[in-house]
Nanobody, 122 residues
Framework: QVQLVESGGGLVQAGGSLRLSCTAAEHSLSNLAMGWFRQGPGKDREYVAAINLSGRSTAYADSVKGRFTISRDKAKNSVYLQMDSLKSEDTAVYYC???????????????WGQGTQVTVSS
């Protein structure tokens, strides 16, 4: 069982930045595609960003394109989401996910973290 743990969430003013981290203590993430998803109040979980096994391919939801950057550091067994120019609409619980294939949909990811709250003040 892959146990993912997110960190780095918090409260930030609109226009500010946060960097989320995701790690797995007991499993290597080197051969897995990774993604970030979020779930706002009263909403379904939605795709945010994805990165392939090598880290050379990335994809973003239109709502975050140009503001968020997904990256990975295999030496640290970690994945990151750099969030800049944050908006109130970005307020959500953010989840790290791992899967066999590079994908933008929730159902393709088998392993999930517990989530970290990001709140952007309006």
């Amino acid at each position: 069982q892959v146990q993912l743990v997110e960190s780095g969430g918090g409260l930030v003013q609109a226009g500010g930045s946060l960097r989320l981290s995701c790690t797995a203590a007991e499993h290597s993430l080197s051969n897995l595609a990774m993604g970030w998803f979020r779930q706002g109040p009263g909403k379904d979980r939605e795709y945010v960003a994805a990165i392939n096994l090598s880290g050379r391919s990335t994809a973003y939801a239109d709502s975050v394109k140009g503001r968020f950057t997904i990256s990975r550091d295999k030496a640290k067994n970690s994945v990151y989401l750099q969030m800049d120019s944050l908006k109130s609409e970005d307020t959500a619980v953010y989840y790290c996910a791992a899967g066999i294939r590079y994908s933008t949909i929730v159902s393709d990811y088998a392993y999930w973290g517990q989530g970290t709250q990001v709140t952007v003040s309006s």
